[in-house]
C-alpha cells in the first residue's frame, strides 16, 4: 500500500476563481477502503498544507481513533483544493464566499471523481463519507442534496458511471 500526498489527476483550475490560491492535495494510502472527503481546506489546512488539521479535523481523528483508524489508514480528500472566500472580479463586482465554494468545487469534480476510482479501485466494499453538502453534492448527481437528509443512510456511488458522464461532452 503506497501513501500519496500529491494529485492523481490536474483539475480544471484555469476555469476556478481560485485558480491562483494555495492547494491542499489529497493525501493517505492507495488503495484505500475508508475515504473522507471535505467541502474545502480551512484556514490551518492551508498554513500547513495537509487536510483535516483544523479544529474539525483533530476532532475526526480522535472519533477515527476511537473506532479503531489511524490517520495513515484513511485517504481524504476536498471537493475543492483551495480555501473558499471572496473573490472580486475584474468588474468590481464580487463573489460570494458561498457562491466562490460551489463554483470551485465544479472545478475540482472531475479530479474527485478521479480521485476516488483510483483510491477505492472502485470497490464496492469501500466507504467514501462526504463531510458537508457540497461533497456530497460532488459525489453525487443530486444538485440539491443535504448530508443531513441522508444521515444514517447507505447511498451507492458508482463512480465509473460518473467519470464516464463527465467525460461524454
Not at 61 to 84: E, H, I, P, S, T
Request: glycine share 8%; with cysteine.
Amino acid at each position: 500500500m503506497a501513501y500519496y500526498h500529491q494529485l492523481l489527476y490536474q483539475p480544471a483550475c484555469e476555469r476556478c476563481p481560485l485558480q491562483r490560491d494555495t492547494k491542499v492535495l489529497p493525501d493517505g494510502p492507495i488503495p484505500s477502503k475508508l475515504v473522507f472527503v471535505g467541502e474545502g481546506p480551512g484556514f490551518s489546512e492551508c498554513r500547513e498544507g495537509r487536510g483535516f488539521v483544523g479544529a474539525s479535523g483533530n476532532l475526526l481523528w480522535l472519533l477515527c481513533r476511537a473506532y479503531g483508524f489511524d490517520r495513515d489508514q484513511v485517504f481524504v480528500d476536498n471537493a475543492a483544493l483551495c480555501r473558499k472566500r471572496d473573490v472580486k472580479l475584474a468588474s468590481s463586482a464580487v463573489l460570494r464566499e458561498a457562491q466562490v465554494a460551489i463554483m470551485a468545487a465544479q472545478c475540482c469534480r472531475k479530479r474527485l471523481i478521479y480521485d476516488m476510482m483510483v483510491v477505492t479501485q472502485c470497490d464496492p466494499g469501500a466507504v467514501i463519507v462526504p463531510l458537508g453538502n457540497i461533497a456530497l453534492q460532488m459525489l453525487t448527481k443530486r444538485k440539491n442534496a443535504r448530508v443531513f437528509a441522508y444521515r444514517g443512510t447507505v447511498q451507492h456511488i458508482d463512480l465509473q458511471a460518473l467519470w464516464a458522464e463527465l467525460n461524454a461532452a
